[in-house]
């Protein structure tokens, strides 16, 4: 049964449309868990042409979205499981492509960038809920998605892990296939919950937000139409529930090395010679950059200038 609203109610929505209908710019900023609702209701806006990307600039911000889902290790955690409720299961249902969950989220970008809406994916350094691979939207691509991630100045420094994470996300921001390379990192700038919380520092920093208005009034390369045919969003789906091979980042790195699309670059060889000096001088303090560089030892013993 439809319960027909009150007057006033219906007066009210009625305002909020107006706004909406006369806005000249339009900025969807979200975080977290609310990344995937915030997707599907401007979708389902431009669907009702409340919002018309045709005569409007319209931006979204993503802070910590859980697009792929959280650490898949968080589902058999106690305190996850204290506060378990069945909106938080469905989160885990994201790391599955197959899920409807999953499925029904996706669509959402899908529509989204067709339409034109510029969309930034700012991850965080130690997040100890998000990771990374899942804060910037790994799995697609399309020209008017721009990745970030924001690093609080405790955590900053100009070091091997740093900058190649910055490389890895240049990447991809420049269409060029970094084999996964971040699905591999994002458990090397973790963070924990018992100790270093990076999940709400990335809505706290206004440069965060500089970067969406850049992102939206002054770039120009980016957009849903090139030479009169229309870009759609390319989605490779990966499992990030199974166990990830180790093994597979001296092989990426590797294959980086030769990649002829950044040899070819000057300003990305510059950036990889670069990482290949600041490796030999990195000493990593936590277990998980031990490990990386320890896997990373052999490759570096291959390379040559």
Not at 9 to 21: E, N
Not at 132 to 139: C, D, F, R
Not at 151 to 171: G, K, M, V
Request: charge should be neutral.
């Amino acid at each position: 049964m439809i319960f027909p609203l009150p007057k006033a109610q219906m007066l009210k929505q009625s305002k909020r449309m107006q706004i909406f209908q006369e806005a000249d710019t339009e900025f969807v900023v979200t975080h977290s868990q609310r990344t995937p609702v915030s997707a599907m209701l401007l979708e389902r806006l431009l669907e009702l042409e409340i919002i018309d990307t045709s005569r409007q600039r319209v931006a979204m911000l993503a802070m910590a979205g859980i697009s792929h889902g959280p650490f898949p290790y968080l589902k058999d955690n106690l305190v996850i499981r204290y506060i378990d409720s069945e909106a938080a299961c469905e989160l885990f249902e994201l790391m599955d492509p197959s899920s409807y969950q999953s499925q029904r989220y996706m669509a959402a970008p899908s529509t989204i960038l067709h339409k034109g809406v510029r969309l930034i994916c700012a991850g965080s350094w130690v997040n100890e809920v998000v990771p990374l691979y899942s804060a910037i939207l790994q799995g697609v691509s399309h020209p008017n998605v721009y990745r970030a991630v924001y690093i609080d100045a405790p955590h900053y420094a100009d070091d091997f892990l740093t900058n190649h994470i910055a490389f890895a996300l240049r990447l991809r921001n420049m269409d060029i296939y970094n084999h996964d390379l971040l699905i591999h990192l994002s458990k090397v700038v973790a963070g924990s919950l018992w100790g270093h919380w990076g999940h709400s520092t990335v809505y706290g920093e206004p440069a965060v937000y500089k970067v969406l208005v850049k992102w939206l009034l002054y770039s120009t390369s980016c957009t849903s139409v090139v030479s009169g045919m229309q870009i759609h969003m390319s989605y490779r789906p990966f499992n990030v529930g199974e166990k990830l091979n180790p093994v597979f980042i001296p092989w990426i790195m590797r294959t980086l090395w030769d990649e002829p699309e950044i040899r070819q670059n000057d300003g990305l060889r510059i950036e990889l010679r670069r990482l290949v000096a600041l490796f030999d001088k990195w000493m990593p303090e936590t277990k998980a950059g031990k490990e990386l560089k320890y896997r990373l030892e052999p490759v570096r013993a291959a390379l040559q200038f």
